[in-house]
């Protein structure tokens, strides 16, 4: 498990865009028939792929977490954006169709991923904080996710947002967790853009095409920069930076935040008129 320290808004304005991406780029954790996770500085996060194939792959624990396994002080999010499959957690088993969400507690030691098929094999994006207390697993279905129209044609930015973790949903200690997705003909994401010092954010970009691009905003409102990203990169944003984004082509994106504040509504809007 690799560590990703995050850059403070002093240094931002001096880096490169290799040292963006660096520093603010975890990129694709998706590698089949492994469990690939990465750790952020930023509250702690964890974010992570399992791509199961042929057989079950068993969550590990990592010497970094100085735990005896994952979940011991731990919540995570987990979201299917593969073929159908399952989460085994102790002797229960759920299954998750694509786009399917399991949210699991606290205090859960055996946590295993499983494809149904290798020719249609699952792909679970993980997504963890630390946890206070323990909350009961609970599996939301696609068809059970809290939408929300934003947007418009005229500003090339209608999409659909699905709330699976949030205030009002699955309970949680931290973790707030849904999907975009961008409509026909529509590019723009997070627009108007906004920050929220109470909480950071992290964005997973999925169902791009091969030669898809998304051209990621980031930093404060008057000294923006930008990341491109493919499909199944991972951007991180701390509570100082924008997150907003623009595509060559269709495409679909999990947003997670954990902080002090699960509000989805808490947010600091930064006027258009006002980027640079």
């Known amino acids: 498990m690799k560590t990703y320290l995050l850059a403070d808004p002093v240094r931002y304005p001096r880096m490169t865009t290799s040292e963006l991406r660096e520093a603010f780029l975890i990129g694709s954790l998706h590698q089949p028939e492994s469990i690939q996770l990465a750790y952020i500085d930023l509250d702690r996060t964890i974010v992570g792929m399992a791509a199961p194939t042929a057989g079950p792959l068993q969550l590990p624990t990592d ?13 995570l999010g987990v979201l299917n954006i593969g073929g159908t499959g399952s989460v085994t957690i102790g ?30 094999p699952a792909v679970f994006y993980l997504l ?5 207390t323990s909350y009961p697993t609970t599996l939301i279905c696609k068809e059970q996710a809290n939408p929300a129209e934003l947007g418009s044609v005229e500003t090339s930015n209608k999409r659909t947002i699905y709330k699976y973790v ?8 931290q973790l707030v967790m849904g999907v975009t997705h961008l409509h026909s003909g529509s590019v723009w994401n997070t627009m108007p853009p906004h920050t929220h010092m109470r909480r950071s954010e992290i964005y997973m970009y999925f169902n791009l095409a091969p030669e898809t691009r998304v051209f990621h905003l980031l930093g ?17 944003s701390p509570g100082w930076s924008i997150h907003a984004g623009a595509g060559t082509g269709a495409y679909s994106f999990c947003w997670g935040m954990g902080g002090e504040n699960q509000d989805y509504a808490d947010m600091d809007p930064v006027p258009v008129g006002g980027l640079q």
């Open 128 to 132: 963890s904080y630390p946890a206070h």
């Open 220 to 236: 404060p409102g008057d000294e923006t920069r930008h990341i491109v990203m493919q499909n199944y990169d991972v951007a991180v």
């Open 63 to 75: 010497i970094a977490l100085k735990s005896s396994y994952f979940t011991e002080r731990r919540e």
């Open 166 to 173: 949030f205030l009002g949903g699955a309970k949680s200690c």
């Open 91 to 120: 002797d229960k088993s759920y299954s998750l169709n694509n786009l399917d969400c399991l949210y699991i507690g606290r205090g859960n030691p055996e946590i295993s991923f499983t494809s149904t098929s290798k020719d249609s």
